[in-house]
């Protein structure tokens, strides 16, 4: 216990999913949260985002653990909102120590272009307004954590054309993010910050279980059910499971943040149960 004790963590997408379990796992060990989430839908992304509800829930639980959360509503995609959330977290809790930029979309299955410019908007652009935000309040020897994807690092994965338009600003805005954090990483080695980014495979939240999902993975039905899709998930990973949990990311993040990594930066971290060296092998060496 106490591994991030009495840290301020800055974490998007806070309401649910990964980010409801970064915020959890980190005042577990001791920290305290400000943590923003749209807690509204985006009309190109086909399944239903966090709720103000998801938020306050958020909120409770940190507070049950006996940690402090300053939980605000925020779109990722206007710096402003998320510098004013920044400021009054700051102001609240009175420091900032780390950023875990985890707000995401997928809007798989769609034709319209829109859905390409709205994934790049959440997942890159998102990670940029945060890292922007937070940069003025953080002192030498933070830390940095972006949420990218292992589909972000295999080419065929959700940029294929059969995910739509959508699924190709997804598959941009993680490698986006990948290229990102490896340059940020450099750019603030000289104050002690680390830049790092997680990747996972399939993970058990609400956008892998979702309709948009299973048709992606179930494209041989017309109407694909959870257990229809359960099938195919392992179809990603070396390991023999169909998805990670939230919890899983959540551990890696912790060491991020933590001092244990205080020599961590510019990390590319896979919790992919293989699914990356299953799909990207390594090619001979002569």
Known sequence: MGRVQDKVVFITGAARGQG???????AQEG????????????????????????????????????????????DVRDPGALRDAVAQGVAELG????????????????????????AVAVDFNGVFHAVQAALPHLPDGASIVATGSVAGLLPGGTDNPAMGFGGLGYSWAKRAVASFVHDLALTLAPRGIRANA???????????????????????????????ALLAFPA??????????????????????????????GLQMRVDAGSYVKNRPQQPVF
């Open 236 to 265: 990603m990973n070396a390991m023999p499971v169909g998805f990670v949990e939230p919890e899983d990311i959540a551990a890696a993040v912790l060491f991020l943040v933590s001092d244990e990594s205080r020599f961590v930066t």
């Open 20 to 26: 409801r379990a970064h915020a959890l796992r980190l």
């Open 95 to 118: 420091r900032l120590d780390a950023v875990v930029a985890q707000a995401g979309i997928c809007p798989l299955g769609t034709q319209d272009p829109q859905a390409f410019l709205d």
């Open 31 to 74: 920290a305290d949260i400000i943590g923003v989430d749209l807690c509204a839908d985006i009309p190109t992304n086909d399944y239903a985002l966090a709720t103000p509800e998801d938020l306050a829930e958020t909120v409770r639980l940190v507070e049950k653990l006996g940690r402090r959360m300053v939980g605000l509503r925020a």
């Open 198 to 228: 997680v990747h996972p495979t399939n993970t058990n939240t609400a956008m892998l279980n979702s309709d948009v999902m299973y048709r992606q993975f179930r494209p041989d039905l017309a109407h694909p059910t959870r257990d229809d």
